[in-house]
């Protein structure tokens, strides 16, 4: 039901009221689950209690506690605090039930271990009214309140909050005007791995029937790596790895546990592989119970068959992290081939790198094979494990580079987000624009991005054929865009075989 001026909605737990904002009704921080604190801490989410008289809905909600350094670079404490972190927020272009607009559900990145759905990176507006769409965005707990694996509490909460966050849609975005039987969930780096995860999760099963991942991470521990990283977490907290000793620690304190480790992760490179240069101390686990396999597993026997994808990459993913660490063109040929032998597939992986791209420079190489093995063959893999088994995927790959530092950056990782969403000047888009203004290509390319994305919301179709493992179409996102067999081919050779299982404990 809605007021006459169609601000005031009733959810199943109360009345909320949104603002006109520009043509759209915006509803920010409406609780779907109850704030995850005190005896709730650690484990999944609990059904939001109602409430009476309406809720005022202008503010976003406070963000779950998070880290706060990506890389090597400091990322600003988000605002507001409090305990409400499990919010969803809305922007509809008309709160008309009987409108059953598609609905897209928004899950962001920032490596397991930060991100929030306020970041202004995130702004939804223009996309909402591009597509004439109902979007939805989300908070989930991060870093050790959401993924690390404690005796006591269930494993990949994070992921649990989204699923609480989409069986709120299925119950209530009828009263927005959105339509609950046709919704798409997307995402971006852990956002994608986030999705990816949701695809093989059977708490998830049935809420949407479409998925968009953007630069999927082909990072998932297994539950005996993931109990080890907790074990060292705990005790950079001065605690034990239960949900009971570090429910004893502040929340907002909490994370500057993860914050000291991640440093330090290279010092674990012989229990940890692959896992320990990451310097990210979280990823959905492979439990058997609320993640049962790995997406690509999952996917390949059929999990995906009634959910059509969207899945891609940028071509110079790994670029970006060189760049706020301040090392583009300082890789050493010693980093070089540590980073060849610790990711490269096969026993022979350096050699074949060294002999696919001759002329590639320590830093190229550095890239390149971090590029693949972080972000590039995880997306494809998707792509191929959903046709595998069955299921419908359409690829693309982002080649445009961003203006800013004359296009040093290329086409990095999380350009694809200020493209999508039209916020240039906001979080990473405020690196990747820098100082040059918003060219007209980028401007198309949004307009392109938003089309893509809100078409294949409301028909399953992005515009572009879907991919086979035979002619491999491919829909390349550049000044002029063109859809040619997957242009990586180099590096799908180089992979082809390689199984991206759950990171082990090496001993």
Same mark, same amino acid.
């Given at each position: 039901?809605?007021?006459?001026?169609?601000?005031?909605?009733?959810?199943?737990?109360g009345?909320?009221?949104?603002?006109?904002?520009?043509?759209?009704?915006?509803?920010?921080?409406i609780?779907?689950?109850?704030?995850?604190?005190g005896?709730?801490?650690?484990?999944?989410p609990?059904?939001?209690?109602?409430? $009476?008289?309406?809720?005022?809905?202008?503010? *976003?909600?406070?963000?779950?506690?998070?880290?706060?350094? *990506?890389?090597?670079?400091?990322?600003?404490?988000?605002?507001?605090?409090?305990?409400?972190? &499990?919010?969803?927020n809305?922007?509809?272009?008309?709160?008309?039930?009987?409108a059953?607009?598609?609905?897209?559900?928004w899950?962001?990145?920032?490596?397991?271990?930060?991100?929030?759905?306020?970041?202004?990176?995130?702004?939804?507006?223009?996309?909402?009214?591009?597509?004439?769409?109902?979007?939805?965005? %989300?908070?989930?707990?991060?870093g050790?309140?959401?993924?690390? %694996?404690?005796?006591?509490?269930?494993?990949?909460?994070?992921l649990?909050?989204?699923?609480?966050?989409?069986?709120?849609?299925?119950?209530?975005?009828?009263?927005?005007?959105?339509?609950?039987?046709q919704?798409?969930?997307?995402? $971006?780096?852990?956002?994608?791995?986030?999705v990816?995860?949701?695809?093989?999760m059977?708490?998830?099963?049935g %809420?949407?029937?479409?998925?968009v991942?953007?630069?999927?991470?082909?990072?998932?521990?297994?539950?005996e790596?993931?109990?080890?990283?907790?074990?060292?977490?705990?005790?950079?907290?001065?605690q034990?790895?239960?949900?009971?000793?570090?429910?004893?620690?502040?929340?907002?304190?909490?994370?500057?546990?993860?914050?000291?480790?991640?440093?330090?992760?290279?010092?674990?490179?012989?229990?940890?592989?692959?896992?320990?240069p990451?310097?990210?101390?979280?990823?959905?686990?492979?439990?058997?119970?609320?993640?049962?396999? @790995?997406?690509w597993?999952?996917?390949?026997?059929?999990?995906?068959?009634?959910?059509? &994808?969207?899945?891609?990459?940028?071509?110079? $993913?790994?670029?970006?992290?060189?760049a706020?660490?301040?090392?583009?063109?300082?890789?050493?040929?010693?980093?070089?081939?540590?980073?060849?032998?610790?990711?490269a597939?096969?026993p022979?992986?350096?050699?074949?790198?060294?002999?696919? *791209?001759?002329?590639?420079?320590?830093?190229?190489?550095?890239?390149?094979?971090?590029?693949d093995?972080?972000?590039?063959?995880p997306?494809l893999?998707?792509?191929?494990?959903?046709?595998?088994?069955?299921?419908?995927?359409?690829?693309?790959?982002?080649?445009?580079?961003?203006?800013?530092?004359g296009?040093?950056?290329?086409?990095?990782?999380?350009?694809?987000?200020?493209?999508?969403?039209?916020?240039?000047?906001?979080?990473?888009?405020?690196?990747?624009?820098?100082?040059?203004?918003?060219?007209?290509?980028?401007?198309?390319?949004t307009?392109?991005?938003?089309?893509a994305? @809100?078409?294949?919301?409301?028909?399953?179709?992005?515009?572009?054929?879907?991919?086979?493992?035979?002619?491999?179409?491919?829909?390349?996102?550049?000044? @002029?865009?063109?859809?040619?067999?997957?242009?990586?081919?180099?590096?799908?050779?180089?992979?082809?075989?390689?199984?991206?299982?759950?990171?082990?404990?090496?001993?």
């Open positions: 039901m809605t007021s006459a001026e169609g601000l005031e909605v009733r959810t199943a737990a009345a909320v009221r949104g603002r006109a904002e520009d043509g759209l009704v915006v509803f920010r921080g609780p779907f689950a109850e704030p995850p604190v005896a709730a801490r650690f484990q999944a609990r059904p939001v209690r109602g409430w $009476e008289g309406t809720r005022e809905a202008y503010a *976003f909600g406070p963000p779950p506690p998070q880290e706060h350094a *990506f890389g090597d670079r400091a990322v600003a404490p988000p605002t507001p605090t409090g305990d409400d972190w &499990l919010t969803v809305v922007w509809t272009p008309a709160t008309d039930p009987a059953r607009r598609p609905v897209m559900v899950i962001y990145g920032g490596a397991y271990k930060l991100g929030h759905a306020g970041n202004p990176g995130y702004d939804t507006q223009h996309l909402a009214r591009a597509g004439d769409v109902v979007v939805v965005t %989300l908070n989930y707990r991060v050790i309140e959401g993924f690390a %694996l404690l005796e006591g509490a269930p494993a990949n909460r994070g649990l909050d989204q699923v609480a966050a989409l069986e709120w849609v299925r119950d209530n975005i009828t009263a927005f005007g959105g339509d609950p039987g919704v798409t969930v997307f995402g $971006e780096s852990a956002g994608a791995g986030s990816a995860s949701l695809l093989a059977p708490a998830a099963r %809420l949407f029937g479409r998925a991942a953007q630069s999927v991470p082909g990072t998932y521990f297994s539950a790596l993931a109990r080890d990283i907790a074990v060292e977490l705990a005790k950079e907290a001065g034990t790895a239960t949900a009971a000793a570090l429910s004893a620690v502040d929340p907002r304190e909490l994370p500057s546990a993860g914050e000291r480790l991640g440093p330090r992760m290279r010092e674990f490179g012989d229990r940890w592989g692959q896992a320990a990451t310097l990210t101390p979280f990823a959905p686990v492979v439990d058997g119970e609320v993640l049962p396999c @790995t997406p597993e999952a996917l390949a026997a059929g999990a995906g068959r009634d959910v059509e &994808l969207l899945v891609g990459h940028n071509r110079d $993913e790994y670029r970006l992290f060189l706020l660490g301040e090392r583009l063109g300082k890789i050493t040929e010693e980093q070089a081939v540590a980073a060849l032998r610790t990711f597939p096969g022979d992986g350096e050699r074949s790198y060294r002999e696919a *791209f001759p002329d590639a420079t320590p830093s190229e190489l550095y890239e390149r094979v971090q590029t093995w972080l972000f590039n063959v997306s893999r998707l792509a191929e494990a959903q046709t595998a088994g069955g299921g419908r995927a359409h690829l693309y790959e982002l080649t445009w580079s961003a203006p800013a530092f296009g040093a950056l290329g086409a990095c990782h999380a350009l694809d987000v200020p493209l999508l969403f039209g916020t240039y000047d906001a979080d990473l888009g405020a690196l990747m624009f820098a100082g040059t203004g918003v060219p007209d290509e980028a401007r198309a390319l307009t392109r991005f938003q089309s994305w @809100t078409g294949f919301a409301r028909t399953g179709d992005p515009g572009w054929p879907a991919f086979d493992r035979v002619g491999r179409a491919t829909q390349v996102l550049d000044v @002029t865009p063109e859809v040619r067999p997957y242009p990586e081919e180099v590096a799908r050779r180089l992979w082809e075989g390689y199984d991206f299982a759950a990171l082990p404990l090496l001993k």
